[in-house]
């Protein structure tokens, strides 16, 4: 029943988010349309994506949630909350210094992941600036990630199941009511990526106080279990890796295309 019950919420919370989604796509098509900005957009949304898949959503989440489960289990709530504090403190400094070079090298980034932005081209200073305003999202997220999995392992599934749907009704209010105070309605949604992960993670935390689910921020070291959860890691940052390159490629080729090909690609992709 348990098992059940699981799947039920996970299911329904999915499925609301899946129309929740499809109204946003509907609305970011009305309002963006496909052209340099939206180009330039969902260039901007690819990739800090990337790397949320390959690692925080996917072989992260995979890795991390048997091995918190396994320290709660065998040696108690303030194992399991100092480990996880390590965990989160050694994931905000890596992932913090790797945004902070990324950002500096975008206007580089960009050459590579969409060569067909020629540089002082419309799009390309669009995909440099819109890039920026979203790649923070990937350290919310791997934050959201974490504590999600601490959700899970307590056997509450609703708040991380549900964490999309505050993506999706985010990324709408700013592109129907907040576009007017910014450049460009993509660089709109582009804030609204990152203001969505703010709001994830603070979902999370309140619901992580709500449980009473132990949770201590300490210092970062790398231990045995640490390096266990990287080991881990490694298969699943390939599989997932190889999957997500593969959209890249296309993005790529998409991008030496006249201005909406890479619009058009998206779109039909979320049908």
Do not use: C
């Amino acid at each position: 029943m348990k098992l059940l019950k699981a799947m039920a919420t996970i299911a329904s919370f999915t499925m609301i988010s899946r129309i929740a989604g499809m109204v946003r796509d509907m609305l970011t098509a009305s309002y963006l349309g496909a052209g340099p900005v939206s180009d330039a957009f969902f260039v901007a949304l690819k990739l800090p994506n990337f790397f949320r898949r390959v690692a925080a959503e996917g072989a992260f989440s995979v890795s991390f949630i048997p091995l918190y489960a396994k320290v709660q289990s065998e040696e108690g709530e303030e194992a399991a909350a100092a480990f996880s504090g390590n965990i989160f403190s050694l994931m905000i400094l890596v992932l913090s210094g790797f945004t902070a070079l990324v950002l500096i090298g975008m206007p580089w980034i960009i050459h590579v992941i969409a060569p067909g932005f020629a540089d002082g081209t419309e799009r390309y200073h669009l995909a440099v600036s819109m890039t920026r305003l979203t790649f923070p999202y990937l350290v919310l997220m791997s934050a959201t990630a974490l504590f999600g999995g601490m959700l899970n392992t307590h056997h509450k599934f609703a708040p991380f199941a549900a964490a999309p749907i505050l993506f999706n009704l985010t990324l709408i209010v700013f592109v129907v009511i907040l576009a007017r105070f910014f450049p460009t309605a993509g660089h709109a949604m582009a804030v609204g990526v990152t203001v969505s992960g703010v709001l994830q993670m603070a979902m999370m935390i309140h619901f992580l106080r709500r449980y009473r689910i132990a949770f201590r921020i300490q210092r970062p070291r790398i231990t045995t279990q640490t390096r266990q959860l990287f080991k881990a890691m490694g298969p699943g940052v390939l599989s997932a890796g190889v999957f997500q390159i593969h959209l890249f490629v296309n993005m790529m080729m998409a991008s030496l295309l006249p201005s909406g090909a890479i619009s058009h690609l998206y779109y039909a992709d979320r049908l």
